[in-house]
């Protein structure tokens, strides 16, 4: 079939409109370059290097992924990785949009990590991999510990294992046939006896 300019127009707006629709979704999430790592291969001609990252992309309300990618340029990698984080997002419920509902320890091979829930005003206690989670994660107020391994990979992965186990006070209630109040009043409660003693 011969290709008519009227079809190329329509072929090309087409075009520009996925681009246009797939640059406004990315455009709704942050990544942060956790690691990058070079790698070299001896060959017979001598070394042939290649590249290793760790992005963590998020949406700043609650979705946030994280992503590996190799290839032989810095670029390539990161765009790898950038792709693969944005395919493997978790949501985590957030209270009040700004720090999590509950404390939550999680691991991932020799790393430990335990991630509290903070008052407003507190800001991102943590370091490195974990903070880089938080900030595209959209968290403002945490407290963050990790112990056992400083390997930026396990911290990332020991993260994302106890982000997974969050929940909100409303699926707790759901799932023991609860009222959001008793089970929240409860915290709360708890809370009070501790600052009276």
Request: charged share 30%.
């Amino acid at each position: 079939m011969a290709r008519t300019p009227s079809n190329e127009r329509r072929q090309r707006g087409a075009e520009d409109r996925n681009r246009q629709s797939r640059e406004e979704r990315d455009d709704e999430f942050q990544d942060k370059l956790v690691h990058i790592n070079r790698v070299a291969k001896v060959v017979k001609g001598g070394r042939r290097f290649a590249f290793a990252a760790l992005v963590v992309v998020g949406d700043g309300k609650g979705r946030v992924g994280y992503g590996t990618g190799k290839a032989r340029e810095v670029p390539e990698a990161i765009r790898k990785a950038t792709d693969q984080a944005k395919r493997t997002m978790i949501k985590v419920p957030l209270r009040e949009g700004r720090t999590l509902h509950h404390d939550i320890d999680g691991h991932f091979g020799a790393g430990r990590v335990t991630l509290r829930s903070a008052p407003a005003g507190t800001g991102i206690i943590s370091g490195g991999p974990m903070r880089a989670v938080f900030e595209t994660m959209g968290v403002q107020d945490v407290v963050g510990k990790c112990t056992g391994t400083t390997n930026p990979y396990n911290m990332v992965k020991a993260t994302f294992d106890a982000l997974a186990n969050s929940q909100a006070p409303r699926q707790v209630a759901a799932r023991r046939g609860k009222k959001v109040a008793d089970i929240v009043g409860r915290r709360d409660g708890a809370a009070a006896v501790a600052t009276a003693e």
